[in-house]
């Protein structure tokens, strides 16, 4: 038997109880029911908790679809159920743990990153834009309306098949060009509409050949009806061009990213480097390091890179990480603004070990 992960949640005072220095199971659980009929439990470290079932140790890789997507669906069922009444850090599907100490261990380990995945993600929502064209009918409209398609085309009718052969490859490349920048242009265009009400967003797998774009977006829970309202204008705007399709509310997966191969020291370690902080700094300081390379590479000087895109977004996290790490050892704000806090190996340690 194991003990399986759907989600870490924040605690409050209200909710945080019959927990030890450690945080031991919550005797009472959830009213939630998980996979193969078990009733979840809560296992609290400092302000946070692991949301578990108990289950057999499973391979889910060795089983069948039908058996798996059922697995899959309680899974997402349960961190929607949860996330009504939690901020909420789901966990990707198919994690086991041996016992409660060990995801105690994952809970100490990954303290500061699960704190600032609730942080991002708190009172927020993902949705899943998902766009399809007709690339048949695009070309068909490309052909009857595009002046140098017509113009090769023309060309090409009096010209014999061999004599041809060149102009041919050259309406090929220019079709395949122009329905290109089409797609392209379509999908910049449904990123900046939609984008504006997100507080971030990423660039998903597609999942089939005539789907141009799968985007997931996170949004404040109280923004729901205006998604609906701005997927209901793309929708007149683009009819009989693009079909689209939108899903959710659904826990933040695709916002986050916990490496538990990396502990607290080794996250903050590679934060407080990229903000170029030393051994230690002060709330005001990690600030002003956040803002300076913020200006630098603000999306708005670097239209369209999407490398200083991500560096900023790398930035950001860095930032928050260092916010994070600063609240659990003292006040961040308040008073205690030029309080220097230590980034060192043995004191970030110590400070994220309750006694």
Not at 3 to 16: F, S
Not at 54 to 66: E, G
Not at 303 to 309: F, K, L, W
Request: aromatic share 10%.
């Amino acid at each position: 038997m194991g003990k399986y992960i759907y989600c870490v949640i924040e605690q409050n005072k209200d909710k945080r109880a019959a927990r030890d220095a450690f945080g031991q199971a919550n005797a009472s659980g959830l009213s939630y029911i998980g996979i193969n009929h078990q009733v979840i439990n809560i296992l609290n470290y400092q302000d946070i908790a692991a949301a578990v079932s108990d289950t057999p140790v499973i391979n889910f890789d060795r089983l069948d679809k039908k058996e798996l997507t059922r697995h899959i669906a309680i899974h997402q069922q349960v961190n929607e159920e949860i996330m009504k009444d939690y901020n909420v850090a789901p966990m990707a599907f198919g994690i086991i743990a041996p016992n409660n100490e060990e995801i105690k261990c994952i809970l100490a380990k990954a303290y500061i990153q699960f704190k600032t995945a609730l942080k991002t993600t708190a009172g927020k929502v993902e949705f899943a834009v998902q766009v399809w064209w007709d690339q048949k009918k695009l070309l068909e409209e490309l052909v009857n309306t595009n002046s140098e398609i017509q113009g090769l085309r023309q060309q090409l009718s009096v010209k014999t098949s061999i004599l041809g052969l060149p102009l041919k490859l050259k309406l090929g490349r220019l079709i395949q060009r122009q329905a290109e920048a089409y797609k392209q242009t379509n999908i910049k265009n449904i990123e900046a509409f939609l984008r504006i009400m997100a507080h971030d967003f990423t660039l998903n797998k597609l999942i089939s050949e005539d789907m141009i774009a799968n985007f997931s977006f996170l949004i404040e829970k109280s923004r729901e009806f205006e998604l609906d309202s701005k997927m209901q204008e793309l929708g007149k705007k683009y009819e009989g061009k693009l079909r689209f399709r939108y899903i959710g509310p659904m826990p933040p997966y695709s916002f986050v990213n916990i490496n538990l191969s990396l502990g607290n020291f080794e996250i903050i370690n590679k934060a407080r480097k990229l903000l170029s902080l030393g051994e230690e700094a002060s709330p005001e300081e990690i600030k002003k390091a956040y803002y300076a390379l913020s200006h630098q590479y603000h999306p708005d000087k670097h239209q369209d890179n999407q490398e200083t895109a991500e560096q900023m977004k790398k930035i950001v996290r860095a930032y928050s990480i260092l916010k994070s790490y600063c609240k659990s050892c003292g006040s961040f704000f308040g008073e205690n603004r030029n309080q220097r806090y230590s980034f060192k190996e043995e004191d970030v340690r110590n400070s994220l070990i309750i006694k």
